[in-house]
């Protein structure tokens, strides 16, 4: 029976059972329900979406991050919301679940109890990855998909891991030093203290856009713990020393700091500042000048694909091709930060 026999039967139009077919979600569930109901009856089944549809399981996915930056997990929560929709008419619940980013135990917890309270796949962005690396290759070797997301965990048992590739992140920050500090000066780097594989891989990224030339030189490494609270305050005392930087490279979640130490210092000239990561406060910094740019890796689509990905898997068994799905780097400026801070298009339509 093709679509417009079907159509017939049920008395709606073609274009009705085309979306139906293709999980458009202009449909109302009556009319949805009628069609799926005579797609199972009449063993109507002529693309992967209407089997899907007819066969469909349920399954519930749960998405783990933690509690901070705010607005970069807003973007990665209207990125699930996005794939949760899509999702709802084959069966598909998600959950959007925080944990304290000062407390990376409870992000162990929560993994622990997944499994016991129903879920069938998991979403994560590690807190601090050492903690729950060894929870997560428990989970594969058990044959619960894990897809990591915004910070990888190398080494570990995982269906793919989805994300920014820090290495190319730093070297478009380098090349936008060079770029923009007219290849010349002192350049200053905010970083951590612990190891962190993703801040690791920006610090190193710059420094290989820097390798070949050196007139742009990296003269100072300025280390911080997780939560940097003294920002401020080693940047104002570098600003204010015998050698201030020309350029600053903030590789971890410190732009706001650095750009009211900048605002507050005592030199003539403002640094070339770039860092990560974006919100209204970091906009209005770019509009004043305190912030030269920031790199953005694409948030939304984060948290769209690792529910995509996992719903994939479990409903076909089909795991990605490779092992990372890397998302943009994406240079933003005063001029089009507005573009990035507004909600995402497909959730105001």
Known sequence: MNTEKLAKLLGISRGTVSRVLNNHPNVKEETRRRVLQALEQYDYTPNETARSLVMKKDYRIAVAVYSEPEFFWKQV????????????????????????????????????????????????????????????????????????????????????????????????????????????????????????????????????ALSNQDAVKLTRILKFDRRPENVYEEVMELQNGSAPADGIFVSIGALEQTARAVRDSCTGGVPCVIGYDLNEEISGYMEQGLIAASIGHEPFQQGYYAVKVLYQYLNSGTAPAKPALYTKSEAIFAANAGCYLQKPLDMEL
Request: charge should be negative; hydrophobic fraction near 40%; charged fraction near 25%.
């Open 77 to 208: 929560e209207y990125g699930v919301s996005a794939a949760a929709w899509e999702l709802k008419v084959r069966g598909v619940t998600v959950d959007f679940l925080k944990t304290d980013i000062e407390k990376p135990q409870e992000q162990l917890e929560l993994l622990k109890s997944l499994r016991e309270r129903g879920y069938h796949g998991l979403a994560v962005a590690p807190n601090v990855p050492g903690v729950i690396a060894d929870e997560v290759e428990r989970m594969g070797e058990d044959g619960f998909p894990v897809a990591v997301i915004n910070a990888p965990l190398p080494g570990v048992r995982q269906l793919c891991y989805i994300g920014c590739d820090f290495l190319r992140s730093g070297r478009l920050a380098g090349e936008l030093f060079l770029k923009m500090m007219g290849g010349q000066g002192r350049l200053a780097a905010l970083t951590l203290k612990e190891p962190v594989d993703a801040i690791e891989r920006r610090m190193e990224g710059l420094q290989q």
